[in-house]
C-alpha cells in the first residue's frame, strides 16, 4: 500500500480508535439525565456530520453530471448516496438509543427526528427512482435532478424547521445546542477528532464503493465485448 | 418569453376546456373522497382532525390533478412543443396553472367539505385562504416538478406518490400549523413567521424547478 496515497486512511483508523479509547475512558462532566449517555455525542453527531458530507458530496456530482453528462460522475453521486444513507441509519440507531435513557422511549414525534426520517424517505425515493430508470444517461439526469431537489428539501427540513417548533432535541426550538453547556474543552479534545474520523470513514466507504463499481462496470463491459467477438 | 408563457397557459386553458371529462373528473373525485370521509367519520368535533383531514384529502386530490400535465401530451406534441417554447416557459407555464386548478380544487373542496362536515370552523377566513394560495404554488412547484420527473420512467404514478410526498412534508407541515392557527383565531401575527417560512419553501422550490427543468426536457 502506498503510504504516500494513503495517509489519510491510516489517520481514520487512528482517529477512531481515538474516539473509542478516550470517548469511553476519559473524563466528562457529570450532567443530570445524560450522565454517562453524554460519550454518545463522540458517536451520534459525527456520524450526522458524515452523512451530510456525504448528501453534499452527491448533489455536488449530481450536478456536475448534469453539466458535463459523464457516466462516471452520475456513479459517485449514487455510491455517495449509498454510503451517505449508511452513516444515517447508524445516525438513527444512535440517537434512538440515546433518546431511551434520556428522554425514556426510542422514538418521539419532535420536528427533528420526523426531518431525520423524512431525510431517510427522501433518499429512498432516490434509489427506487434509480431501479425504474432503464436508459443510463437519462437515469443519470433524472436521479441527478431529484437529488438535488432532495439535499436542499433536506437542509430546510433537518436544519431551519426545527428551529422554528418546540423540541426536545437540543440545538432547536430554544433548546441550547451542546455546544452551550456540556461540550467543555475536555470533550472537545475527542469530540472534533471525532468529527473528523468518522467523516473520513464515510468517504473511505464511498471510495471503495466506487471503486468496486467501476470494476463491476468494467467487467460487464469486457464481457460483451467478448461475445460480440466470439460471436 | 412572457408572451411565450401567455400562449402556453392559453393552450393550457383551451385543450382543457375541450377536454372537460379530465377536470370534472378530478372534481367528482375530490367530492366522492369528502363523502367517504363523511360516511366514515359521521362528525368530526376537533379542529385538528378537521383541519388535518381536509389537507390530505387536497394532498390526494392534488397528486391527481398534477400528475398527468407532463402524460397528456403525446409523443409527436412533445416534440412540437419541444420544437416551439424554451423549457423554462413551459415550467411556469405548467406551475401556473396547476397552482390554478389547486386553487379552483381548494375551494370547491372547502365549499364541499363545510357543506358535509357539518359547519365552518375558520375563525379567520382570510389568513386561511392566504395559506391557500401560497400553498397551492408550493404545491404545484413541487408536483410539477415530480410528474415531469416521473413521466419518463415506465411505473409512473406509484414513482410520482413517493418522490413527491417526502417533499412536500415540510410544506404541508407549515400549511397545516398556519391553517390550524386561522380555524382557531389565533392573533395573525403568531403567524406571520410561518407564512414566512412558507413565503420562502415556494421560493426555493420555484427557483429549483425553473433551474433544473431544461435538464428534464431535453431527451
Known amino acids: ?231 | 418569453m412572457l408572451n411565450e408563457i401567455r400562449l402556453l397557459l392559453y393552450k393550457e386553458f383551451l385543450l382543457e376546456s375541450r377536454q372537460k371529462q379530465s377536470i370534472n373528473g378530478l372534481v367528482l373525485y375530490l367530492v366522492s373522497t369528502i363523502f367517504v370521509c363523511k360516511m366514515c367519520f359521521r362528525t368530526i368535533p376537533q379542529a385538528a382532525a378537521w383541519n388535518a383531514l381536509f389537507w390530505i384529502i387536497l394532498l390526494f386530490a392534488s397528486l391527481h390533478a398534477t400528475g398527468k400535465s407532463f402524460q397528456q401530451d403525446s409523443r409527436s406534441r412533445f416534440i412540437y412543443l419541444y420544437t416551439l417554447a424554451s423549457p423554462q416557459a413551459v415550467i411556469i407555464s405548467k406551475i401556473i396553472y396547476n397552482m390554478l386548478l389547486m386553487l379552483l380544487l381548494s375551494v370547491i373542496g372547502f365549499g364541499v367539505y363545510i357543506l358535509l362536515l357539518g359547519g365552518n370552523p375558520v375563525q379567520n377566513m382570510l389568513l386561511f385562504f392566504t395559506n391557500v394560495l401560497l400553498g397551492s404554488l408550493g404545491f404545484s412547484a413541487i408536483l410539477t416538478t415530480m410528474s415531469a420527473i416521473s413521466s419518463r420512467t415506465s411505473n409512473s404514478f406509484t414513482l410520482m406518490a413517493v418522490l413527491s410526498f417526502p417533499l412536500l412534508l415540510p410544506l404541508l407541515m407549515t400549511i397545516i400549523k398556519i391553517s390550524k392557527n386561522a380555524i382557531d383565531g389565533l392573533d395573525p401575527t403568531i403567524s406571520y413567521k410561518y407564512l414566512l417560512v412558507l413565503a420562502g419553501i415556494n421560493v426555493i422550490t420555484c427557483v429549483l424547478s425553473y433551474l433544473l427543468f431544461p435538464y428534464l426536457w431535453k431527451d
Open chain 1, 1 to 231: 500500500m502506498n503510504i504516500k496515497k494513503n495517509w489519510w486512511k491510516f489517520l481514520t483508523v487512528g482517529l477512531l480508535f481515538y474516539t473509542v479509547i478516550a470517548g469511553f475512558l476519559g473524563k466528562v462532566p457529570a450532567r443530570e439525565i445524560l450522565n454517562e449517555t453524554i460519550r454518545n455525542l463522540y458517536f451520534h453527531v459525527p456520524m450526522w456530520f458524515g452523512m451530510m458530507a456525504l448528501l453534499f458530496i452527491s448533489c455536488v456530482y449530481g450536478i456536475k453530471h448534469l453539466n458535463g453528462g459523464k457516466l462516471k460522475d452520475d456513479l459517485i453521486a449514487r455510491e455517495a448516496a449509498h454510503a451517505g444513507i449508511a452513516m444515517g441509519v447508524l445516525g438513527l440507531i444512535t440517537g434512538s438509543l440515546w433518546a431511551r435513557y434520556t428522554w425514556g422511549t426510542w422514538w418521539t414525534s419532535d420536528t427533528k427526528l420526523n426531518g431525520a426520517a423524512i431525510t431517510m424517505l427522501i433518499y429512498f425515493a432516490y434509489f427506487v427512482l434509480r431501479g425504474s430508470v432503464e436508459d443510463e444517461q437519462k437515469r443519470g439526469r433524472l436521479a441527478a435532478v431529484y437529488s438535488i431537489f432532495a439535499f436542499v428539501m433536506m437542509i430546510v427540513f433537518i436544519m431551519i424547521l426545527p428551529r422554528m417548533e418546540d423540541s426536545l432535541h437540543p440545538g432547536n426550538g430554544g433548546n441550547p445546542g451542546f455546544s452551550k453547556y456540556d461540550l467543555d474543552s475536555r470533550m472537545r479534545l475527542v469530540f472534533y477528532p471525532a468529527v473528523l474520523g468518522w467523516v473520513l470513514l464515510g468517504v473511505w466507504i464511498m471510495q471503495v464503493r466506487i471503486r468496486i463499481a467501476l470494476l463491476e462496470e468494467q467487467y460487464h463491459s469486457d464481457q460483451s465485448n467478448s461475445q460480440s467477438v466470439s460471436l
